[in-house]
């Protein structure tokens, strides 16, 4: 079983913080991570997307990826209340034809005005 | 903005009866997905579908469950004979490209409370 796990918080943080979120993963042949952003009773939403080691930048979104230490983070600058949401990590099972997200069980995240 | 669509919003059943869930995929999108998430679990994946036909399934899709591309546009979940433990929220995605590269939009979700 190829696990993906998080710490389920909930992390809470200060309007205007930076907010950290973690995923470590087991497979070690995994190539591609997302991370999705579910609020409360609603579906999973991508917000970024990360395929090589280092950081990847999408406006107050930063995906860091370090594949030896087969761990995956999310930051958030200038977090907002309307950042509050389980943030899911998510890679593709490679021992099959790659169409198999394995999901994190999420992390909340909890922005306080 | 193009979405995938999910009929219904919240079924409930009683306990040995067959369900039917509902999809609309994104129109050009040619992966076609069901997850589903118990309530306060992870997201997991139950089936890939690809070029009509079933590419990948977990081991939760037992034989209790199919799912069917009828006329081009839907993409359906059947679950034939419901349990209490099925009661989940089902969520239909859809890719352009391999889920491996390519993002997954989700559908709102079917709530299935089975009693």
């Known amino acids: 079983q190829k696990e993906v796990e998080q710490n389920s918080g909930p992390l809470s943080v200060p309007e205007g913080a930076i907010a950290s979120l973690n995923c470590t993963y087991s497979?070690?042949?995994?190539?591609?991570f997302f991370w999705y952003r579910q609020y409360s009773g609603k579906s999973p939403e991508l917000i970024m997307s990360i395929y090589s080691n280092g950081d990847k930048e999408d406006g107050r979104f930063t995906a860091q990826l370090n594949k030896a230490s087969q761990y995956v983070s999310l930051l958030i600058r200038d977090s907002q209340p309307s950042d509050s949401a389980t943030y899911l990590c998510a890679h593709p099972a490679l021992n099959n034809a790659g169409n198999m997200l394995t999901f994190g069980g999420g992390t909340r995240l909890m922005v306080k005005p | 903005e193009p979405e995938v669509t999910q009929t219904p919003s919240h079924q409930v059943t009683q306990m040995g009866q067959e369900v039917i869930l509902r999809c609309v995929p994104i129109?050009?999108?040619?992966?076609f997905y069901w997850y589903r998430q118990i309530l306060g679990q992870k997201v997991e994946f139950l089936v890939s579908?690809?070029?009509?036909?079933?590419?990948?399934k977990s081991e939760i899709f037992d034989d209790q469950f199919s799912v069917e591309r009828p006329d081009g546009s839907n993409f359906t979940l059947k679950i034939r004979s419901t349990k209490l433990e099925d009661s989940a929220m089902y969520f239909c995605a859809s890719s352009r490209v391999t889920s491996a590269t390519g993002e997954l939009f989700f559908g709102e979700g079917s709530r299935l409370t089975v009693l």
């Open positions: 497979d070690r042949v995994s190539q591609s």
């Open positions: 579908f690809y070029n009509n036909e079933i590419s990948e």
């Open positions: 129109s050009n999108h040619l992966y």
